[in-house]
């Protein structure tokens, strides 16, 4: 069993930053995949990013690439996801979540973008941001 637990989310302006971490409890967290997903209200959760067991391999939808860095910290037993020039868009519920498909999988495979691909999830944190 896997608990992750979000943090960082918050208020601010557009163009700003925030860094969000994933906390996870359990022996087998350096083993899962790691993804992050959102969801904004009225929409469906959305893939925003995944790492893999070792922080080889990431990946990032379209629309947050070159601003969001997802890394990982297996010591810590904590994934975070840096959010860099913040749009109004990028408001929503950002969720954490660790996967079993992905385990010891050293790439980023289709399944790892989706929410299927993933056992375990946080409660989620808000970001908001302002125009």
Known sequence: QVQ???SGGGLVQAGGSLRLSCAA???TFSSFAMGWFRQAPGKEREFV???TWSGGSTAYTDSVKGRFTISRD???NTVYLQMNSLKPEDKAVYYCAAGGVGRFSPVITPSMRTLDGYDYWGQGTQVTVSS
């Open 4 to 6: 992750l637990v979000e």
């Open 25 to 27: 409890s359990g022996r």
């Open 49 to 51: 990013s995944a790492i």
């Open 74 to 76: 297996n010591i810590k």
